[in-house]
């Protein structure tokens, strides 16, 4: 996981809320990441964000949203308006270089009850 | 529209043995391919790399294989232990443009180190 942690490793919402993922990194990277897993399934990616204060959305943004204020956070919030969250959620970075190495952080669990 | 994939193809193997994990890729602007194991309830874990101007390239008891002409990539590990148990991704990208730094990940083969 080098140096990348994620909070809460489980988390359980009701319906209607939003809930936010922390993601943060010590790694001195510039670019940061989230995708969502499925089971059998590889990962999409749902925001990027190359520098502070810039993210552009991925292949299934709808339903999420994010924040860069600082270059070691990266918060994903889960709106309401995603209908089926229920997912493990993995945020990554890396030095933000074209050809770059992403390195992972241990995931949140997120459940809708 | 998602595309679903249940089922994940599997790798079984005896421990010891060595074993093959394969991957086709569909963009030939690709130019930039690692190999990731994912342990169950874990992030992916980088295992080893490669770039368009090499075909193979050695790491610790692995070896990836690129074949740019059939767009396939191919993950070999020796002498496979139970520890190697683990879904195993690639994934590419290509420099530039709106893809610059961007993954695409593959859906994953299970493998399963039978002691």
């Known amino acids: 996981d080098g140096g990348i942690t994620q909070s809460p490793k489980y988390l359980f919402r009701k319906e209607g809320q939003n809930v936010t993922l922390s993601c943060e990194q010590n790694l001195n990277h510039d670019a940061m990441y989230w995708y969502r897993q499925d089971p059998g399934q590889g990962l999409r990616l749902i925001y990027y964000?190359?520098?502070?204060?810039?993210?552009q959305k991925g292949d299934i943004a709808e339903g999420y949203s994010v924040s860069r204020e600082k270059k070691e956070s990266f918060p994903l919030t889960v709106t309401s308006a995603q209908k089926n969250p229920t997912a493990f959620y993995l945020c990554?970075?890396?030095?933000?270089?074209?050809?770059?190495?992403?390195?992972f952080g241990p995931g949140t669990r997120l459940t809708v009850l | 529209g998602e595309s679903v994939g249940l089922h994940l193809p599997t790798l079984s193997v005896q421990e010891g043995d060595n074993s093959i994990i394969n991957c086709a890729y569909s963009?030939?602007?690709?130019?930039?391919f690692i190999w990731y194991k994912q342990e169950s309830g874990k992030g992916p874990q980088f295992i080893i790399d490669?770039?368009?101007?090499?075909d193979k390239r050695q790491g610790q008891r692995v070896t990836v294989l690129l074949n740019k002409t059939v767009k396939h990539l191919s993950l070999q590990i020796a002498a496979t232990q139970p520890g190697d148990s683990a879904v195993y991704f690639c994934a590419e990208t290509s420099a530039g443009g709106t893809s610059y730094g961007k993954l695409t990940f593959g859906q994953g083969t299970i493998l399963t180190v039978h002691p």
């Open positions: 963009n030939s602007a690709s130019d930039y």
């Open positions: 964000s190359q520098i502070v204060n810039d993210f």
């Open positions: 490669i770039r368009s101007n090499m």
């Open positions: 990554a970075s890396s030095m933000g270089q074209s050809r770059d190495t992403q390195y």
